[in-house]
């Protein structure tokens, strides 16, 4: 089968780069050697190594993680709903400890949650970071794991508890130039009812302007249970899905990236997206939600 001989290349590629170490090793007890250099392509070497050997198992085993670590890998979290909990407490679940118990994951928040008070504290508490260029390219350069929710402030005027429509927006693609510049993992993660937590005053005509001058849309006022900050249970429940993983890497001979990579792999992550969502939506307790992708330039209703 496709596993087995997965595993046979993998093996013979393992047998290599210990011929390689054997002989790094051998090299490196010349005393006219470059003695550093020699350690530090041997430490590159086992890594490899390492990484081989758990494809190796994973083949034979019959099945891979979706997250691995030291693995750079990219979750994109959506919807964005009004507050999106589910982002950082999903790595805090039992079922996220089990499945990628070494997984070092960062939640990237905008920068208006570090100083709005109780939001705030919810997301010193949960060890995010201002999501931003640097931070991101920090995690993946340290082949870490990531977690974003690209809908952003776009999405939360779209948020609603009530209706059978959800809105993604998909007009934000720098997660997706850098993926393709680190080689990451793209993950689509989709939380079902996560729009049924909270909902914001609604004054468009307020909030709009004040999201252009401030960087966000004030004024915000979450409301969840008895009008407070506090989420609302929804009737089935939140169900976070994972998805099939995206391996970015670019069509260009000399790994750069071009605009039509970033536009195939946009493709390709918001169509796995919409896939999720239809083959879910009825198990989740949503049967009848229906699933609006929007553009850049696109209106999502009542902005």
Known sequence: GTGDGTAAIYSAATAAVDEAISSLTAAGL???SDRLSMIEAKESLEKAKAVMQRVVHE?????APTIRPNQPTIIGFHPHGIIPYNAGLMTLTKEWMEAFPDVSNHMMTDFFTHLLPLMRDL?????????????IARALGARECCTLVPGGQKEIFSSRSWGNKLYIY????GFIRMALEYRARLVPALSMGEWELMDNIHLPIIQKPARKLLGFPAPFVPMGRFFLPIPKAPPHGVTVVLGKPIDCIPSTADGSVTREDVELFTKRYFDALASMFERHKARCGYPHMELIMLDKGERIPDE
């Open 30 to 32: 010349d005393p006219t």
């Open 59 to 63: 083949a034979k085993a019959g099945k």
């Open 170 to 173: 998909r007009g934000h693609k």
């Open 123 to 135: 997301s010193q508490w949960l060890g995010t970071r201002e999501v931003s260029r640097v931070s």
